[in-house]
């Protein structure tokens, strides 16, 4: 089992370049099957779950090469081997689930496992199932697989009960091989979304209205190839931003889109944090103080972020005063405060809103990362702890951050991180 031990009390200093974003790389590295010719792409993270996707794909066929210290996916031009997503990769990853769409509107067929729930809810997939449905796409469930068939998938008008992130991927995706035009009614609008489209657009797609609640898509008879670069990781730079306030410390952030990070300066900036964009792309954070208390609801995109509300509340354990932060995307995605109250956070869960009274000191203790925006949150806490903080099942945070200890590290953290092997007890 990973572990990362932090010394606390030292606030962070210095430079960090923002990667490329996680959950743009993702659903781009599944639009991929979308065209059997080359496709390059630069900027993607080195991160575990884009290794597990690079996996899939590879099983399914793609002829992919995967040049991690360069941050480039190289895709040379290949031919499908199966259609079937096995239970390990959708197991180990949830958003292996985003190859459904792309191999049902190229091939007309997919055989996927269902993706289980995980720990910050059950995470159903009745939306993506209901838009595929809709293209005409015919699902069947057997022994935890989804099996679906699309002779020629048909354009339609398809309304989101919610606007599911994945769920407007993978009908984007589907959309764009299909006969005709879809019009797809209370999309997401993050700009992850945006990011996919502008892919699809690269490779011969014809999406419109991404980043709005209504996307067009006209479908065409076929796609070729492109080169792309990936958008920065809003949430990755929100993390370190928050690590900057948190420590007391002052970082400056580069590669960063500031538009994508609006609700995220602007309840910064409300909590007293110094924040300030020197250059296009560049910014410096700071704080001297103690946090003022504030209310935050996560909400869709241009709303608070849901993956930033465990590092945020870690912040607000330390403010002058009381915070209520409510979580309305996902169900379960408070595990990170029973680890912060042992820590000596002083939290209350009242149904969906979490009651954060702030104190003077967190103390080091050691704690569980559920998650890995959970584990990041808990990082960030033990930066600021007096004393020392043992954070088990590191790995959960290798999925969506890059090196994130080392990094740490360079800023002034005193840390390190041990890999023990489980003792398996016969
Ligand atoms: C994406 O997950 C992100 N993952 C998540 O980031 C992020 O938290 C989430 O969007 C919300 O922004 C990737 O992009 C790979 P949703 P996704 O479908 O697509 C319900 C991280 O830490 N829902 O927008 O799974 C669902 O239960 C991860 O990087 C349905 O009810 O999120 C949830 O309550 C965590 N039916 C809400 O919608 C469906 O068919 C939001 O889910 C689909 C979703």
Redesign the pocket.
Known sequence: MSRIIIEGGIPLKGRVRIQGS???S??IMAACLLTQEAVELEGVPDLE?VRTMSHLLKHLGVKLQHIRQKERIKISKWSLQNYTAPHDYVHR???SF?VTGPLLARFGRVKISLPGG?A???????????GLTALGAEFSMENGYIEAEAKKLQGTKIYL?????????NIMMAATLAEGTTVLENA?A?P?IVDLANFLNALGARVSGAGTSLIRIEGVSSLHGTHHTIIPDR?EAGTFMIAAAISKGEIILENVLVEHLKSVIAKLQEAGVYVEEIFDGVLHVAMEDKPRPLDIKTL??PGF???LQPQFMALLTLANGTSVITET???NRFMHVEELCRMGAQIRIDGRNAIIKGVESLRGAPVYAT???AGAALVLAATAAQGVTEIRVAHHID??YANFDQRLLKLGARLRRTERKVQVRT
């Open positions: 996680k959950n743009a993702l659903p779950d990853m949830r958003a985003l995980c910050i809810g059950n995470r159903p997939i009745d939306l993506h199932l209901k009960d919610y606007p599911s992130v994945g769920a407007t991927e997401a993050e992850e949430i869709p995109y972020p849901t993956d995307v996902f169900e998650d890995l925006r999925r969506g």
